[in-house]
């Protein structure tokens, strides 16, 4: 039965029709095919094809799919639909880039800033990184105070672009 | 089995079997620390027959460290501040449990002064220097003055710098740029270079900022930033009398001031330079009447010249890399010092195999080979640095003869945003640079870490960079390049991968495997129907 991989690497889809029996993997139809023998060991997942073996890891989060092989990591999303849907909106939204702690905010509402200011400035692990304005602007929210911790992805402030 | 496992296990059998052996020097000892470094020093105390006491905060309560030690007691909530760098509350555990002595790792309170004399006060041993010895070589601003006396070369700079203004002065004096840097501790924290006045403002608040909370003290000097430099650094070995140098370590692969590579030794210190070097290192050790381990931080320039950095009064983070080249235990030789020992006995005792005599023979073992060490931290190297936080869903480490792992994680466990993102080291051995480095790219290959993103990919781009192949390395290198990750995926391998495991109950195959362990079980399937 010919069942169907629907993920996505660093926002672009992997969808392919694939099939089982037993230890082999069949992806894809017709000329593009590629045949796959797969063997556990322990920890990892031995991945032949013709002549070559893959060895990998892989492991399932909550919404993703990590798999590491020859010491590098991979995470694919898995798809659904709307996943790049992000609005292409004329605001720039500065979301948290990990989880940490807000020690300072220098945006304030209302101001204008320049290409480059230092907007909010986070600390995690015990090191500082500095949220800029991506481009000349005007403060149009905070959503942040000092001291407060935040999560990746939080938003923190909302910029309108200058015309 | 690793040399260095090997050299523990050999020096556990001399302690056993030597008739003249003195006590064990502590009943019991406090690891004031979390991560690698608590559970590598709780593995010493094992060794050493001595029992131990971790400690940690709310946020570490499944921490690898947490098992480590003998016992284990909850000290505070998740912020350092209120935990792991809480004075009271390492003493209070130390009182709680019977510790007589205080282990404090790197980092957090190994390098306070004021720690180390309130632990004097209250009849616990400071596994480290007096407070004397760290007032006048654990601040920058001090050991700089040490070293001057003793006419060894200083990068040109301003011991204190108050403020801004001030800092723009000196900047001036000596020529933009410069290096702003905290002077109550090391790390990278604190650290700011600033290119021009414009720039200085912000990057004294920040590195001002930075070194309060990194350390509780906001003090800070100012260095010219030499460019471009090699970071070089002796290791020291002193009972307060005397002090011997144990070899350097090339430290010059960093991101923001931190380390991410180490080796030794290093390939671009000539023999007349090594010896000059570590002829500084040691008389600044005796000046200050040292005792314990201690590291000499130098900037080498392109022609061999070197100047004095700082002293780290702590063992430091990439201490193995000696260790695996010496054989010795420098953690059981501090142990050995805190507790009354002489150079020759920690040098002796803390050494591999042949201690019989040891003791009468103050020289230390002769390096062997070359060592290099990998920080793998949990940071997106590829987009800034960033850190990263998130569950470890799966870990398997490599191992091979002349790799030792240092780690302080665990599957499942979750890493929280109020530590150093530094997960564990790999260090390798080899005969030569090569095969040490062929060992490292190896072991870091064939380990996996899935559910945080690491550093792990870029480690091995470094190590197989062309520069650092030719040991062409430079504390600017990482910095001043783009890395960017690999450029091919095997992506239908792991396609094929994630299309097998998606159908976990389908017959035959591996996931009749009822290994507990599997993350695939424990996490259950994936897939749709």
């Not at chain 2, 960017?484 to 109950?505: F, G, K």
Request: one cysteine or more; charged letters at 25%; proline letters at 5%.
């Amino acid at each position: 039965m010919s069942r169907r991989l629907a993920l996505r690497r660093g926002g672009t889809p992997l969808a392919v029709p694939y099939e089982r029996k037993r230890d082999r993997i069949v992806l894809g139809q017709g000329d593009r095919r590629f045949e796959a023998e797969v063997k556990r060991e322990g920890f990892w997942f031995m991945v032949r094809s013709g002549e070559s073996t893959t060895r990998c890891a892989i492991a399932r989060g909550r919404r993703q799919l990590w798999l590491s092989c020859e010491g590098r990591t991979y995470v694919f999303e898995e798809d659904h639909p709307g996943a790049d849907a992000k609005a292409a909106g004329s605001t720039d939204e500065l979301r948290a880039p990990m989880t940490g702690r807000v020690v300072q905010v220098a945006a304030e509402k209302g101001a204008s800033v320049r290409e480059g200011d230092v907007l909010v400035t986070i600390e995690a692990m015990k090191m500082e990184f500095r949220l800029t304005a991506p481009e000349d602007g005007v403060v149009s929210e905070v959503r942040c105070a000092p001291g407060a911790r935040v999560e990746l992805g939080d938003l923190l402030v909302v910029l309108e672009p200058r015309k | 089995m690793s040399p260095a496992r090997a050299d523990y296990a050999a020096h556990q059998d001399a302690a056993r079997t030597d008739p003249v052996a003195p006590a064990i020097p502590f009943r019991k000892v406090l690891v004031a620390n979390r991560g690698e470094i608590a559970v590598r020093v709780c593995r010493t105390l094992r060794q050493m027959g001595i029992p131990s006491v971790t400690v940690y905060s709310e946020a570490d309560r499944g921490a690898p460290h947490v098992r480590a030690g003998d016992e284990s007691v909850a000290i505070g909530p998740a912020p350092a501040a209120q935990s792991y760098l809480d004075p009271s509350a390492i003493l209070d555990a130390a009182r709680r449990t019977g510790a007589g002595a205080i282990h404090p790792g790197y980092g957090f309170l190994s390098e306070n002064a004021a720690f180390a004399a309130t632990c004097r006060d209250a009849g616990v041993v400071f596994i480290g220097p007096s407070p004397e010895s760290m007032a006048r070589l654990g601040d920058k601003t001090a050991a700089r003055r040490t070293a001057a006396s003793l006419g060894i070369p200083l990068v040109p700079g301003a011991e204190e710098v108050a403020s801004a203004d001030r800092a723009v002065a000196e900047a001036e004096r000596v020529g933009f740029p410069v290096m702003l840097k905290a002077s109550g501790g090391g790390g990278g924290r604190g650290m700011r270079v600033v290119s021009s006045a414009s720039e200085m403002k912000s990057a004294f608040e920040a590195a001002r900022r930075e070194a309060k909370s990194a350390f509780g003290d906001d003090r800070l000097l100012l260095e010219k930033y030499v460019h471009p430099a090699r970071h070089v650094e002796v290791q020291i070995l002193a009972d307060g009398r005397r002090a011997q140098a144990l070899g350097e370590r090339e430290c010059s692969l960093q991101r923001r001031h931190q380390k991410l590579i180490e080796e030794s030794p290093s390939a671009a210190v000539a023999s007349k330079t090594r010896a000059a070097m570590e002829d500084a290192a040691v008389r600044l050790a005796e000046a200050a009447e040292y005792a314990g381990v201690m590291t000499a931080e130098f900037l080498m320039g392109e022609d061999g010249s070197f100047h004095f950095l700082e002293v780290n009064t702590r063992l430091q983070v990439e201490h193995p890399v000696t260790e695996m080249r010496s054989g010795l235990d420098l953690v059981s030789a501090q142990i050995l010092i805190a507790g009354g020992r002489s150079l020759a006995e920690a040098l002796g005792r803390a050494g591999q195999g042949s201690a019989k005599g040891a003791s009468r023979s103050p020289a230390p073992p002769e390096p062997r080979g070359h060592a290099i060490e990998a920080r793998l931290c949990a940071e997106d190297a590829y987009h800034g640095f960033l850190p990263q936080t998130g569950t470890i869903l799966m870990l398997a480490w490599h191992e091979e003869d002349g790799v030792r792992i240092d780690s302080g994680i665990a599957q499942g466990q979750t890493l929280s945003p109020d530590y150093d993102s530094l997960l564990a080291k790999v260090v390798a051995h080899g005969k030569d640079r090569e095969e040490a480095r062929t060992k490292l790219v190896r072991a870091l290959r064939g380990t996996a870490l899935l559910g945080v993103v690491t550093n792990q990919s870029f480690l091995i781009d470094l190590l197989e960079d062309a520069s650092f192949r030719r040991a062409e390395t430079f504390t600017h290198t990482v910095e001043s390049r783009e890395w960017l990750p690999p450029a091919t995926v095997p992506e239908p391998a792991l396609a094929a991968l994630a299309a097998y495991v998606s159908e976990p109950r389908s017959a035959g195959g591996a996931e009749e495997d009822t290994d507990r362990y599997s993350p695939w079980q424990r996490l259950g399937a994936w897939g749709r129907s």
